[in-house]
Nanobody, 126 residues
């Protein structure tokens, strides 16, 4: 069982920045491929970014490319999402998730991820 705890959400103005963190339990964090998803009110949960266990492969949704950066520190069992140039449409609850399969096959698919955090709210005000 893997527990994921997100933090770092909050209220920020348009153009501002936030860094989300997701701390994971367990001693095999480096084996987990990690993803960030978000869900706005009345909308489906959507993919934001993903990173392989060794950090060598990184994927982004087109809507956040160039503005968001995913990274991980396996020594701290933590994955990060640096969000810059925030827009009102980035407002959502952000979730981190763990894919425990051997290889990342479909990093943007929710069904690839077994464990999910409780989410952290990000609100971008104009």
């Amino acid at each position: 069982q893997v527990q994921l705890v997100e933090s770092g959400g909050g209220l920020v103005q348009v153009g501002g920045s936030l860094r989300l963190s997701c701390a994971a339990s367990g001693r095999t964090f480096s084996r987990y491929h990690m993803g960030w998803f978000r869900q706005a009110p009345g909308k489906e949960r959507e993919f934001v970014a993903a990173i392989s266990g060794n950090g060598f492969r990184i994927y982004y949704a087109d809507s956040v490319k160039g503005r968001f950066t995913i990274s991980r520190d396996n020594a701290k069992n933590t994955v990060y999402l640096q969000m810059n140039s925030l827009k009102p449409e980035d407002t959502a609850v952000y979730y981190c998730a763990a894919d425990v399969s051997f290889m990342m096959i479909k990093p943007s698919e929710k069904t690839e991820y077994v464990y999910w955090g409780q989410g952290t709210q990000v609100t971008v005000s104009s």
